[in-house]
């Protein structure tokens, strides 16, 4: 309980929660991803042993978070600040494969997916920004927004990147490039100018969408690999459609959501 409220009706709370399992989730996919070179180098250990001593670290800060609040800070600073790191770290190692030496479109479409690591940073940005502004102020709303609509500018990247592989071969992939474009327009938006509750209703119902075609997309991946070339269900994980790739979709989405949850008390009745 904080302040007479139960935990999960503290935004700040809900943000915590939301990176500690972000972060221990990516274990499973970082194992995936670097499965399919049997983790050549040794680097590629460092965020799957980030990912899995990250959370329990937070964890354990967070029973702290009540009466020794400067042990919760220093330790979700300490995870934060490595996760910045470790993201730009790898997204200079996957440009590395290959981009660096050819410098082409083609040498981005097919080297190791550059973005990916990103995900680590902005998770790092999340964990300081819990404890640098208030949860209860319209900053902590709007970056916590902003730091959503990062996360949907990278999911457009990914959606280009990955179905250029196969040359968008199946018309379904340019629908997650469309939804991706479509969050990142209505996202915007309440940055930039005041927003009436009435658009940040349809900001909701927009995430909604999102999220229904994450799962969806989630589906697809699924099915394509179940039926893959492999005799070995895991092999066609590894090797074909990123299994994991769609639902950062409404994973996005439950961080959109607890922005807009925040941002509705500071917006006006009428306007756009």
């Not at 399992?21 to 250990?45: G, K, Q």
């Not at 609040?69 to 494969?97: M, P, R």
């Not at 998770?123 to 709007?142: H, T």
């Not at 039926?227 to 409404?250: D, E, M, V, W």
Request: proline fraction near 5%; include cysteine.
């Amino acid at each position: 309980m904080a302040g007479g409220k139960p935990l999960w009706h503290e935004a700040w709370f809900l943000a915590e929660v939301f990176a500690i399992v972000n972060l221990a989730f990516l274990t499973f996919d970082i194992y995936l991803a670097h499965s399919v070179n049997d983790f050549r180098r040794s680097a590629e250990y460092v965020p799957l042993a980030f990912s899995m001593i990250g959370p329990a670290i937070l964890i354990i800060a967070l029973f702290c978070a009540g009466r020794l609040k400067k042990i919760w800070i220093l330790a979700g600073n300490i995870v934060g600040g490595a996760g910045i790191v470790i993201g730009l770290t790898g997204v200079i190692l996957h440009l590395d494969s290959l981009f660096f030496y050819e410098r082409t479109i083609k040498a981005l479409t097919y080297s190791a997916p550059f973005a990916a690591p990103l995900a680590y940073t902005g998770l790092g940005f999340l964990i300081i920004l819990n404890r640098m502004v208030d949860s209860a102020s319209e900053e902590w709303a709007q970056w916590v927004l902003f730091l959503t609509l990062g996360g949907f500018v990278g999911n457009f990247v990914f959606s280009i990147s990955d179905h250029a592989e196969n040359g968008f071969f199946y018309p379904l992939e340019w629908v997650a490039v469309a939804a991706s474009a479509l969050a990142v327009g209505f996202l915007l938006t309440p940055l930039l100018i005041r927003v009436s509750k009435t658009y940040l209703m349809l900001c909701a119902a927009v995430l909604l969408v999102e999220a229904m075609i994450g799962v969806w997309g989630f589906i697809l991946h699924a099915e394509r690999n179940l039926g893959g070339p492999s005799i070995h269900a895991f092999r066609n994980f590894i090797y074909g459609a990123p299994p994991l790739a769609p639902l950062l979709f409404p994973n996005l989405v439950l961080l959109g959501w607890i922005a807009l949850w925040r941002l509705w008390r500071f917006a006006p009745e009428a306007g756009l």
